[in-house]
């Protein structure tokens, strides 16, 4: 019961919660030809990023975790030949040797291909389209239409455990009671006490392996997330007939917070909960295995961010002779 409740939620989750998606200055042309390019080393960006099988759900099913995420390098596109067809996709804090521009901000992952870039720049708006995918209950139905929008098939995966995260049930690290709460909500909320990103300073402790945990019983905003059912009330969740405090995130990210203080902070890109929920729980191994994300591509998105990088013009696949 509590797996399709959890699918049910993944399906209302994408129905009402994918921000909508603004074009940029970028010609059909030049979509178009990033659509027929060939990235030529994936296997290296999957191993890299630690997605060798992208069937393999990536998410743990330990409590808190930290995801270790290099934001200080680079992604460039390196072109083999004139024609612009084929390329690799190389992470370096500087440009490399050769016909190479930059893609985006950070290491390179799975969705950092020029085909998956596509797909944000030409769609205005991907709420209607997922839509569709996600009403469709069966995740091999799912993935087939999310293919079907463009997405490369690793990128494509990583969409999917993603939602499929976010759609779970608190227990298991998702974002189900929450979610159902905030279905009609607005993607920011100026104020709130409900924030299910925001750390506490005592919460996390270090592992014998090195990684940041938890010192409480489960992955939920405090330790009666571990009953087996949590469902929205009042202004938290209630998790076995008891109600949540305000919401904390033990999730890091290269041992930091996993979010930033301007999504749960009262203010103008404060997050409605559910969002704020699927960036702690789910966010961190998403920016890791995906690489680009629209923020750090230079692409702006509906949610009320701050600018996080300079804008990228991604005019590199017309005008070269064949």
């Given at each position: 019961?509590?797996?399709?409740?959890?699918?049910?939620?993944?399906?209302?989750?994408?129905?009402?919660?994918?921000?909508?998606e603004?074009?940029?200055d970028?010609?059909?042309e030049?979509?178009?030809?990033?659509?027929?390019?060939k990235?030529?080393?994936?296997?290296?960006?999957?191993?890299?990023?630690?997605?060798p099988?992208m069937?393999?759900?990536?998410?743990?099913?330990?409590?808190?975790?930290?995801?270790q995420?290099n934001?200080?390098?680079?992604?460039?596109?390196?072109?083999?030949?004139?024609?612009?067809?084929?390329?690799?996709?190389?992470?370096?804090?500087?440009?490399?040797?050769g016909?190479?521009?930059?893609?985006?901000y950070?290491?390179?992952?799975?969705?950092?291909?020029?085909?998956?870039?596509?797909?944000?720049?030409?769609?205005?708006?991907?709420?209607?389209?997922v839509?569709?995918c996600?009403?469709?209950?069966?995740?091999?139905?799912q993935?087939?239409c999310?293919?079907?929008?463009?997405?490369?098939?690793?990128?494509t995966f990583?969409?999917?455990?993603?939602?499929?995260?976010?759609?779970?049930?608190?227990?298991?690290?998702?974002c189900f009671?929450v979610c159902?709460?905030h279905?009609?909500?607005?993607?920011?909320?100026?104020?709130?006490t409900?924030?299910p990103?925001?750390?506490?300073?005592?919460q996390?402790?270090?592992?014998?392996?090195?990684?940041?945990?938890?010192?409480?019983?489960g992955?939920g905003?405090?330790?009666?997330?571990?009953?087996?059912?949590c469902?929205?009330?009042?202004?938290?969740?209630?998790?076995?007939?008891?109600?949540?405090?305000?919401?904390?995130?033990?999730?890091?990210?290269n041992?930091?917070p996993?979010?930033?203080?301007?999504?749960?902070?009262?203010?103008?890109?404060r997050l409605?909960?559910?969002?704020?929920?699927?960036?702690c729980?789910?966010?961190?191994?998403?920016?890791k295995?995906?690489?680009r994300?629209?923020?750090?591509?230079?692409l702006r998105s509906?949610?009320?961010?701050?600018?996080?990088?300079d804008?990228?013009?991604?005019h590199?696949?017309?005008?070269?002779?064949?």
């Amino acid at each position: 019961m509590a797996r399709a409740l959890g699918k049910c939620l993944l399906a209302l989750l994408l129905l009402f919660g994918v921000q909508a998606e603004f074009s940029t200055d970028h010609s059909q042309e030049e979509v178009d030809a990033m659509i027929d390019t060939k990235l030529t080393n994936l296997d290296e960006v999957m191993q890299a990023v630690g997605f060798p099988d992208m069937r393999e759900n990536p998410y743990p099913k330990r409590d808190w975790y930290d995801t270790q995420i290099n934001r200080d390098t680079r992604c460039w596109v390196v072109f083999e030949s004139d024609d612009h067809v084929n390329y690799r996709l190389v992470s370096s804090d500087e440009q490399p040797p050769g016909d190479s521009y930059l893609t985006h901000y950070g290491q390179c992952g799975v969705c950092s291909t020029l085909q998956d870039l596509a797909v944000y720049i030409s769609n205005k708006d991907l709420t209607n389209p997922v839509r569709s995918c996600t009403t469709k209950l069966i995740g091999g139905l799912q993935r087939k239409c999310l293919r079907k929008l463009g997405f490369t098939p690793a990128c494509t995966f990583i969409w999917y455990h993603n939602a499929h995260n976010t759609g779970s049930i608190s227990p298991s690290g998702g974002c189900f009671g929450v979610c159902v709460r905030h279905i009609f909500s607005p993607n920011n909320i100026p104020s709130g006490t409900n924030n299910p990103c925001e750390p506490e300073p005592d919460q996390l402790v270090q592992n014998s392996d090195g990684s940041f945990g938890a010192h409480i019983a489960g992955p939920g905003p405090e330790a009666e997330d571990t009953a087996p059912f949590c469902v929205p009330c009042g202004k938290g969740t209630c998790c076995g007939g008891k109600r949540t405090k305000t919401g904390r995130c033990g999730n890091t990210i290269n041992g930091m917070p996993a979010c930033d203080k301007e999504q749960y902070e009262d203010g103008q890109y404060r997050l409605n909960a559910c969002l704020q929920c699927d960036e702690c729980r789910s966010g961190p191994v998403f920016q890791k295995i995906a690489g680009r994300t629209r923020r750090n591509s230079g692409l702006r998105s509906e949610i009320e961010r701050p600018l996080a990088v300079d804008p990228i013009h991604h005019h590199y696949c017309v005008g070269r002779s064949s």
